[in-house]
């Protein structure tokens, strides 16, 4: 997520680095009945909150349903509901 183009979730917003973030999985094959684990990763230096606690560039956090996501100074704001198409 980020300024540029090139992110998959580009948001049009000054305040964000060109790669603000990033939101990924982890599926671990010893316990496939489980649901994979959702990661976000702080690629920032303007600010990446995660239910308002500043994370700081590199810092990774396991990413919950219904978690609010705060990018930049002037705050894009969106609460988290991971979806998955997935299949063992």
Same mark, same amino acid.
């Given at each position: ?30 316990? =496939?009945? &489980? ?13 990446? $909150? @995660? ?15 219904? =978690?609010? &996501? ?13 979806? $998955? @198409?997935?299949?063992?």
């Amino acid at each position: 997520m980020g300024r540029s183009v090139n992110c998959d979730v580009h948001l049009k917003n000054q305040s964000l680095s060109a790669q603000h973030c990033r939101i990924f999985r982890v599926i671990d094959n010893n316990y =496939a009945d &489980l649901d994979p684990t959702v990661f976000i990763e702080d690629l920032s230096s303007n600010g990446t $909150f @995660l239910n308002g606690t500043k994370l700081g560039k590199g810092v990774r956090r396991v990413l919950t349903h219904g =978690a609010k &996501l705060s990018l930049g100074k002037n705050a894009t704001t969106c609460a988290c509901e991971p979806v $998955f @198409l997935w299949s063992p």
